[in-house]
């Protein structure tokens, strides 16, 4: 079982920088942050596999957002330049245990869910 806790949303203005953290305990494998805007459906936004080696980015994020990861302290970042409004959403953290080289980039393929952390981006 992995249990995992977000934290670092608030209420940032466009152009701004926020990094999101996720303290698992049980030992993920792959890791990922989806999010899900007011009235939309939780989209993908990057994710990370236990190694660090390979990383997924939307491409409405990639260049901005940045995952990383530090197995020791078994913590996830998200670092986020750049903020605009439409990066307005909860953002979750979701991990998993079945796939001990590769990650994913769909919510199927992640079995562990936070509670999400908002973020609010004001123009």
């Known amino acids: 079982q992995v249990q995992l806790v977000e934290s670092g949303g608030g209420l940032v203005q466009a152009g701004d920088s926020l990094r999101l953290s996720c303290a698992a305990s049980?030992?993920?494998?792959?890791m990922g942050w989806f999010r899900q805007a007011p009235g939309k459906e939780r989209e993908f936004v990057a994710s990370?596999?236990?190694?660090?080696?390979?990383?997924y980015y939307a491409d409405s994020v990639r260049g901005r957002f940045t995952i990383s990861r530090d197995n020791p302290k078994s913590t996830m970042y998200l670092q986020m330049h750049s903020l605009k409004p439409e990066d307005t959403a909860v953002y979750y953290c979701?991990?998993?245990?079945?796939?001990?080289?590769?990650?994913?980039?769909?919510?199927?393929?992640?079995?562990?869910w936070g509670q999400g952390t908002r973020v609010t981006v004001s123009s």
């Open positions: 990370i596999a236990w190694s660090g080696s390979s990383t």
């Open positions: 979701a991990a998993d245990r079945s796939r001990p080289l590769i990650t994913g980039t769909r919510s199927f393929e992640f079995a562990f």
């Open positions: 049980g030992r993920p494998f792959g």
